[in-house]
């Protein structure tokens, strides 16, 4: 424990575990637990903070944890879900890059964080996924694990999830944090799970070199280098007249480049559901959001062009109607870092490799091939710019006319555009980060929002999970910067107790609850497919200002809406 210490003293001394290394404040062969070396290798990959609930198969580490933490070298957010957990640190990494871990046990904790780790896997997170696994010896039953006579079962679950390694040999920490550190670093990350049996947690580790710890992994950016892909990308653009860039999360960072060849190719962009404020929204070849919860405008760029180009996205239901949205396209050009999501379309041409890169080099590609069709004055784009303006007056006539008599508040209320717009317009003036939960307040959430820069807005439509985003307003006092989370009143009930661990770590933020006592997303499904609603609504009213009055540090507002049913301050 005195040695522990003493690391922990000297890597706080000289910035790094690797500088106290070389400066001689501590030997690099040293007698360590495999809890600590977890701590220390995830410490030299900047993953330092951990999300989660400590339980049978994780107090080891949390000893661990507890003394790095007295140091402030690594900090422990203990919640009171395992799913909130997985989802603020996909937020965490959402809105910042920063790869963090949730700690959990095997058992039920394990089984809600695995769970919310489709979140991070659906939308290219990397987390670290570390459960207290049983013991290695079999010597019966272990509490909380999966109650079969076969070995090795929750890896076996994880894997299916994303890459997982289990610690049998404990002399393999250093095989599992390199193969954690690539699986959470690629472009395109997924949640690593680290599975640490308790009675290995606590094996010393006898001289061993901390040297060997591997460090984080980020992939180089990768450049297509075969010239005949370009020329082909040329060659269809030459004679396309319609022509539509639709965009991923991929295209972060591209703003610039799909501007400048939008520009050159007289093409109209559209955005998917997560990808909003890579390009303005007021840029007038902006058409808003495509597919199958689309805008006007952006479904007719889709449906209308001749030739796509595709940045950064892969080919799903909401994105582009299950296959069904390029109906007169001809030939697509796919720009994306895997060959599997660059080659789904047939008549494609793919470019692999990393988009601002490939963009720059088939940019100038274009431009020695003296193709330039920029033409403000062009029927595509006067067609665009009629279906947009059209767009903006049919959302406009709902702004306007914010009220309905609604059957369940037996009263005239705000309709859930008016409402969701009054509060994406407060949180564009005071800076706050959007974000939507999943169902119908996301749906409106993507087509009414205006954003004109990357980060305005987090919308999970890669798994649409249901709570996503009132736990990730934990991240708030993380980043130190406000967040909204716009929550329908069913995804607030799947993890209502943020109101006590936002107050813990000093969220800051609003929760605004859409309260219709409904999923409303699927009532209307339901009404489209069948012409009858089942089982998608409730008669139980819910005191929401009690519940968040009843935690303290939490201020409640009730607002006269149908969809709005509670404003949570949290501090």
Same mark, same amino acid.
């Given at each position: 424990? #005195?040695?522990?210490?003493?690391?922990?003293?000297?890597?706080?001394?000289?910035?790094?575990? %690797?500088?106290?290394?070389?400066?001689?404040?501590?030997?690099?062969y040293?007698?360590?637990?495999?809890?600590?070396?977890i701590?220390?290798?995830?410490?030299? @990959?900047?993953?330092?903070?951990?999300?989660?609930?400590?339980?049978?198969?994780?107090?080891?580490?949390?000893?661990?944890?507890?003394?790095?933490?007295?140091?402030?070298?690594?900090?422990?957010?203990?919640?009171?879900?395992?799913?909130?957990?997985? =989802?603020?640190?996909?937020?965490?990494?959402?809105?910042?890059?920063?790869v963090?871990?949730?700690?959990?046990?095997?058992?039920?904790?394990?089984?809600?964080?695995?769970?919310?780790?489709?979140?991070?896997?659906?939308?290219?997170?990397?987390?670290?996924?570390?459960?207290?696994?049983?013991?290695?010896?079999?010597?019966?039953?272990?509490?909380?694990?999966? +109650?079969?006579?076969?070995?090795?079962?929750?890896?076996?679950?994880?894997?299916?999830?994303?890459?997982?390694?289990?610690?049998?040999?404990?002399?393999?920490?250093?095989?599992?944090?390199?193969?954690?550190?690539?699986?959470?670093?690629m +472009?395109?990350? @997924?949640?690593?799970?680290?599975?640490?049996?308790? #009675? &290995?947690?606590?094996?010393?580790?006898?001289?061993?070199?901390?040297? @060997?710890?591997?460090?984080?992994?980020?992939?180089?950016?990768s450049?297509?280098?075969?010239?005949?892909?370009?020329?082909?990308?040329?060659?269809?653009?030459?004679?396309?007249?319609?022509?539509?860039?639709?965009?991923?999360n991929?295209?972060?960072?591209?703003?610039?480049?799909?501007?400048?060849? /939008?520009?050159?190719?007289?093409?109209?962009?559209v955005?998917?559901?997560?990808?909003?404020?890579?390009?303005?929204?007021? =840029?007038?070849?902006?058409?808003?959001?495509?597919?199958s919860?689309?805008?006007?405008?952006?479904?007719?760029?889709? #449906?209308e /062009?001749?030739?796509?180009i595709?940045?950064?996205? *892969?080919a799903?239901?909401?994105?582009?109607?299950?296959?069904?949205?390029?109906?007169?396209?001809?030939?697509?050009?796919?720009?994306?870092?895997?060959?599997?999501?660059?080659?789904?379309?047939?008549?494609?041409?793919?470019?692999?490799? %990393?988009?601002?890169?490939?963009?720059?080099?088939?940019?100038?590609?274009?431009?020695?091939?003296?193709?330039?069709?920029?033409?403000n004055?062009s029927?595509?784009?006067?067609?665009?710019?009629?279906?947009?303006?059209?767009?903006?007056?049919?959302?406009?006539? $709902?702004?306007?006319?914010?009220?309905?008599?609604?059957? &369940?508040?037996?009263?005239?209320?705000?309709?859930?555009?008016?409402?969701?717009?009054?509060?994406?317009?407060?949180? %564009?003036?005071?800076n706050?980060?959007?974000?939507?939960?999943?169902?119908?307040?996301q749906?409106?959430?993507?087509?009414?929002?205006?954003?004109?820069?990357?980060?305005?807005?987090?919308t999970?439509?890669?798994?649409?999970?249901?709570?996503?985003?009132s736990?990730?307003?934990?991240?708030?006092?993380?980043?130190?910067?406000p967040?909204?989370?716009?929550?329908?009143?069913?995804?607030?009930?799947?993890?209502?107790?943020?109101?006590?661990d936002?107050?813990?770590?000093?969220?800051?933020?609003?929760?605004?609850?859409?309260? #219709? $006592? *409904?999923?409303?997303?699927?009532?209307?499904?339901?009404?489209?497919?069948?012409?009858?609603?089942?089982?998608?609504?409730?008669?139980?009213?819910?005191d929401?200002?009690?519940?968040?009055?009843?935690v303290?540090?939490? *201020?409640?507002?009730?607002?006269?809406?149908?969809?709005?049913?509670? $404003?949570?301050?949290?501090?």
């Amino acid at each position: 424990m #005195n040695a522990r210490y003493t690391r922990a003293r000297a890597i706080v001394q000289h910035g790094s575990l %690797d500088n106290a290394i070389y400066a001689g404040a501590i030997a690099h062969y040293q007698d360590i637990t495999v809890s600590e070396a977890i701590v220390l290798g995830l410490m030299k @990959q900047h993953v330092t903070k951990y999300f989660g609930i400590f339980g049978h198969g994780s107090t080891d580490i949390g000893e661990v944890l507890r003394v790095y933490e007295e140091h402030e070298l690594v900090r422990t957010y203990n919640v009171r879900h395992e799913t909130a957990a997985a =989802h603020a640190a996909t937020a965490l990494g959402l809105l910042t890059g920063e790869v963090a871990a949730v700690i959990t046990s095997i058992g039920p904790g394990a089984l809600h964080a695995c769970a919310g780790s489709l979140a991070s896997a659906s939308n290219g997170v990397g987390v670290y996924h570390i459960y207290g696994d049983e013991t290695t010896h079999d010597e019966g039953f272990n509490m909380q694990q999966i +109650p079969k006579d076969e070995q090795g079962l929750f890896l076996k679950l994880c894997s299916v999830m994303g890459n997982a390694y289990a610690l049998y040999e404990p002399w393999s920490i250093t095989a599992a944090l390199k193969r954690g550190a690539v699986t959470t670093g690629m +472009p395109f990350a @997924q949640p690593f799970f680290l599975l640490a049996p308790m #009675n &290995v947690q606590p094996a010393v580790l006898k001289n061993f070199n901390l040297l @060997q710890l591997p460090s984080a992994y980020r992939y180089p950016a990768s450049v297509c280098a075969d010239d005949e892909v370009f020329r082909k990308a040329t060659d269809i653009v030459r004679n396309a007249q319609r022509i539509t860039i639709k965009l991923g999360n991929g295209a972060r960072g591209c703003g610039k480049e799909i501007m400048e060849v /939008a520009e050159l190719l007289d093409a109209a962009i559209v955005s998917g559901p997560s990808s909003t404020g890579i390009v303005p929204y007021s =840029h007038p070849r902006y058409m808003s959001v495509g597919g199958s919860k689309g805008s006007l405008c952006g479904n007719y760029a889709m #449906n209308e /062009a001749d030739t796509v180009i595709v940045i950064g996205a *892969r080919a799903v239901c909401q994105w582009d109607c299950s296959g069904t949205a390029w109906k007169n396209a001809r030939a697509i050009i796919n720009f994306n870092t895997s060959a599997d999501h660059a080659f789904h379309y047939n008549r494609s041409v793919s470019i692999v490799g %990393d988009a601002r890169e490939n963009l720059r080099r088939w940019i100038a590609h274009v431009r020695d091939h003296s193709i330039n069709k920029s033409n403000n004055a062009s029927q595509w784009l006067a067609a665009l710019k009629e279906k947009k303006a059209g767009w903006q007056s049919f959302k406009q006539k $709902r702004f306007d006319n914010p009220v309905l008599y609604d059957e &369940v508040w037996k009263r005239e209320v705000l309709t859930q555009p008016a409402a969701i717009k009054t509060v994406c317009d407060f949180a %564009d003036t005071h800076n706050y980060i959007k974000v939507f939960d999943a169902g119908d307040v996301q749906a409106n959430g993507f087509q009414i929002v205006e954003d004109e820069h990357e980060g305005q807005t987090i919308t999970e439509t890669g798994a649409s999970y249901m709570g996503f985003a009132s736990s990730s307003v934990l991240v708030s006092g993380i980043i130190q910067k406000p967040m909204i989370a716009f929550c329908g009143d069913g995804s607030f009930m799947m993890n209502p107790q943020i109101l006590i661990d936002g107050v813990q770590h000093g969220a800051h933020g609003i929760i605004v609850i859409f309260d #219709n $006592r *409904r999923m409303a997303a699927i009532t209307g499904l339901q009404y489209a497919q069948y012409g009858n609603e089942y089982k998608t609504s409730d008669s139980v009213e819910v005191d929401y200002i009690a519940m968040a009055h009843a935690v303290d540090g939490v *201020r409640a507002f009730f607002a006269q809406a149908w969809v709005v049913g509670v $404003r949570l301050f949290m501090y």
